[in-house]
T-cell receptor, first 109, second 111 residues
Framework: GQNIDQPTEMTATEGAIVQINCTYQTSGFNGLFWYQQHAGEAPTFLSYNVLDGLEEKGRFSSFLSRSKGYSYLLLKELQMKDSASYLCAVTNAGNMLTFGGGTRLMVKP | SQTIHQWPATLVQPVGSPLSLECTVEGTSNPNLYWYRQAAGRGLQLLFYSVGIGQISSEVPQNLSASRPQDRQFILSSKKLLLSDSGFYLC??????????FGEGSRLTVL
């Protein structure tokens, strides 16, 4: 089976940096995804990590350590529009995605 | 271009009534398709997935069923809705790059 843990809520200030952690336990790991979901909307793809290390994409970066079963999403220069839920998802050898419960990020002025 | 659409976007149904949510994909062939449900404030729960016409796998025993009558069509149904069926239903398509690409979602309220 698969188990994915991430904090339920986080609060950060506009312009700051925030790190959202995700730990997982899975059999047949085949990659880790981060999605952003605004309230009432469908999730949108942010990043994909299959190898260890940091993937940078603009203000967002995602890190993976397969040996530790750990990933984080780093958001820099926070903007009010970054207030959303961030979903960590792990895929196994069968390409099935299992999602964590999501972290609701509130950005305050 | 490759797109995924689902409808209706919103519906309010009484307990015991039937349900049909439809999802279609354009711009690809033989896609892997998924139905997820998201209860209020919760994560995404995989309900069904399909790798081809007539091929349905159920992840969780539910008051729901799914069908794939055509290559790019995926339907979620129920004969009698329960209060616990309320939620945000998302159809998704598995792209070759590995990511799931979601439809707009269907918000169901059962009263």
């Amino acid at each position: 089976g698969q188990n994915i843990d991430q904090p339920t809520e986080m609060t950060a200030t506009e312009g700051a940096i925030v790190q959202i952690n995700c730990t997982y336990q899975t059999s047949g790991f085949n990659g880790l995804f981060w999605y952003q979901q605004h309230a009432g909307e469908a999730p949108t793809f942010l990043s994909y990590n299959v190898l260890d290390g940091l993937e940078e994409k603009g203000r967002f970066s995602s890190f993976l350590s397969r040996s530790k079963g750990y990933s984080y999403l780093l958001l820099k220069e926070l903007q009010m529009k970054d207030s959303a839920s961030y979903l960590c998802a792990v895929t196994n050898a069968g390409n099935m995605l299992t999602f964590g419960g999501g972290t609701r990020l509130m950005v305050k002025p | 271009s490759q797109t995924i659409h689902q409808w209706p976007a919103t519906l309010v149904q009484p307990v015991g009534s039937p349900l049909s949510l439809e999802c279609t994909v354009e711009g690809t062939s033989n896609p892997n398709l998924y139905w997820y449900r998201q209860a209020a404030g919760r994560g995404l729960q995989l309900l069904f997935y399909s790798v081809g016409i007539g091929q349905i796998s159920s992840e969780v025993p539910q008051n729901l069923s799914a069908s794939r009558p055509q290559d790019r069509q995926f339907i979620l149904s129920s004969k009698k809705l329960l209060l616990s069926d309320s939620g945000f239903y998302l159809c998704a398509w598995h792209r070759d790059t590995g990511e799931l690409f979601f439809g707009e979602g269907s918000r169901l309220t059962v009263l």
